[in-house]
Each structure stands twice: as C-alpha cells, then as structure tokens.
C-alpha cells in the first residue's frame, strides 16, 4: 500500500488463484482468458477507482470507474481464501488469499470513498439542477413580462392574469 496526493495503491494480484490457474489449465483454460494473470492493482484516486491488470505486456488492463458508479463493494469468501469483490467485474483475494486483514482494510478505504464521493456526487449533481431551475424560473419571469409588454401594445386584453406556478414562483423566491 503506497499513498500519495490523495492517492492509495493498494497491490491485490491473486498469485495462489493464479498458481491454480496455471497448475489446472487444461481443464480450465482461466490461465488464458485476458485480466486473470498479472499483477493487479487498485488505485483509489480523489474522484475515481483505476484498477490495472499488468500481464507479460500484451493483455494489460486499465479501467477507471467513478466511486458513485460502482456498485456494491463486498468481501468475497471462496472456500478459505478472502477477497475484494467490486460491483462491476472486479474481483481478487490478494496475496495467498489468507490475510482477511489486508482485504478488511481495502474494502473499508473503498467503502469510505464510495460513501464520500458518491454523496459528494449527489450533492454536485443536485446543485447543478437547483441552479438550472434559477435559470429556467428567471427567464419564465422575462418571458411572462415580455408577453404582458406585447399584450398591452397590442391593446389585447389577456383573458386570464398569467402568473407563474405558485410552485415555480417558490423557487424563484429561494
């Protein structure tokens, strides 16, 4: 584990699955399929996961999942081995598979960061919609003065007093 500017690395390459991987290859070919062999590693960056698979320089992966997108972050139990589970196709018990510690502490820093930055998230995206109904409430003001402004050059007397929504007027006021 290596920190650094808000950045955590944590080593979670599976070299006893991988061991298993090898010593029973031909009756399961995993050994072969891309992302099962190499060393694999979580960054946890400020805003984001980047998890890499580094394998013999021809079937590297680098994928980058934003904290409020990945989906559930458990521990994985498989027979006696333990490992972090991540909603989205992630899996590894690191190590020997044996040190629940080092995969306790993953998956509490993770889960940290899923709750910090997914809220932040939230909060980021419902401002942003507050602050596009101000516009939408404030240009429906100009519109509904623009409207009165033709109606009465026009010398057309409106029907009906147009006022906004009371719900839409409420906003405006906040």
Request: contains cysteine; hydrophobic residues 30%.
């Amino acid at each position: 584990m290596a920190q650094g500017g808000g950045t955590t690395t944590y080593d979670i390459t599976d070299t006893m699955c991988q061991c298993i991987h090898v010593a029973t290859c031909p009756l399961t070919f995993m050994a072969v399929i891309p992302g099962i062999m190499g060393t694999k590693t979580m960054h946890l960056e400020p805003e984001e996961l980047r998890y890499t698979v580094e394998c013999l320089g021809c079937c590297n992966q680098d994928r980058r999942i934003p904290y409020g997108e990945m989906g559930e972050v458990h521990k994985v139990d498989c027979c006696c081995c333990k490992g972090v589970g991540v909603g989205r196709g992630i899996t590894s018990c690191p190590g020997s598979g044996c040190d629940e510690a080092y995969v306790d502490k993953v998956l509490e820093d993770l889960k940290a960061r899923q709750r910090t930055r997914g809220d932040q998230a939230q909060i980021q995206k419902t401002e942003q919609i507050k602050a596009e109904m101000d516009t939408l409430t404030r240009s429906l003001g100009q519109l509904h003065g623009k409207v009165d402004l033709l109606l009465k050059q026009q010398g057309i007397r409106a029907p009906v007093e147009l006022e906004p929504p009371a719900t839409v007027a409420s906003m405006a006021m906040h």
